[in-house]
């Protein structure tokens, strides 16, 4: 099974501010499908990007994915009070499908 | 547009059983391979269980095996699991997810979840 570790668990910023998020495999991520997925309280989760680096469909582009193998990094240019939420990133390219543990953006 | 529609949660007793469905619409269902992920109170999001767009092939979590199973009618566009011998630590919103492709892919789509508590 592949564990994600997602760093930092809370991230403290103002609107405006640029977040990063890390996700660190345990093994690597095969053909880099690593998907990172938004979610507020109360929601279900909705895809931001998938294949580590891809936006899906109506994602604004301050949102940004890259990495490969086993250390990703999920981005966001300038926060907008909306993007405050929860980030969780999850690896499909293996059985069991894993997610990590979510990192919290919160406003600082 | 794709939707998604989870029902069949509820409280249940420890040892109890539970019948999750989830009705799809606005795709060509058996395309897709389709899933249930979890989410404990206040805690992150965890894979329970697949399958395949033809059904043919089925998959679970290590902690789900055995108790759990997951099928699904084409000719209805509906999920379905099966949950048996239900424990407190299967308490949890379950949600329904559509994967990108026949067999596999991201989570492009989500349900809006079913709450299932076990307690006595």
């Known amino acids: 099974e592949i564990v994600l570790t997602q760093s930092p668990g809370t991230l403290s910023l103002s609107p405006g501010e640029r977040a990063t998020l890390s996700c660190r495999a345990s093994?690597?991520?095969?053909?880099?499908?690593l998907a990172w997925y938004q979610q507020k309280p109360g929601q279900a989760p909705r895809v931001l990007i998938y294949?580590?680096?891809s936006r899906a469909t109506g994602i604004p582009d301050r949102f940004s994915g890259s990495g490969s193998g086993t250390d990703f990094t999920f981005t966001i240019s300038r926060l907008e009070p909306e993007d405050f939420a929860v980030y969780y990133c999850?690896?499909?390219?293996?059985?069991?499908?894993?997610f990590g543990g979510g990192t919290k953006v919160e406003i600082k | 547009e794709v939707l998604l529609l989870e029902s069949g949660g509820g409280l249940v007793q420890p040892g109890g059983s539970l019948r999750l469905s989830c009705t799809a619409s606005?795709?060509?269902?058996?395309?897709?391979?389709m899933n249930w992920v979890r989410q404990a109170p206040g805690k992150g999001l965890e894979w329970v269980s697949a399958?395949?767009?033809?059904?043919?092939?089925?998959y679970y979590a290590d902690s789900v095996k055995g108790r759990f199973t997951i099928s699904r009618d084409n000719s209805k566009d509906t999920l379905s699991l099966q949950m048996s011998r239900l424990r407190a630590d299967d308490t949890a919103v379950y949600y329904c997810?559509?994967?990108?492709?026949?067999?596999?892919?991201?989570?492009?789509?989500w349900g809006q979840g079913t709450l299932v508590t076990v307690s006595s």
């Open positions: 999850q690896q499909y390219g293996s059985s069991p499908l894993t």
């Open positions: 093994q690597s991520v095969s053909t880099n499908y």
């Open positions: 606005g795709f060509i269902f058996n395309t897709f391979a």
């Open positions: 997810a559509k994967q990108s492709y026949w067999n596999g892919g991201y989570f492009g789509s």
């Open positions: 399958i395949s767009g033809s059904g043919a092939n089925t």
């Open positions: 294949g580590a680096s």
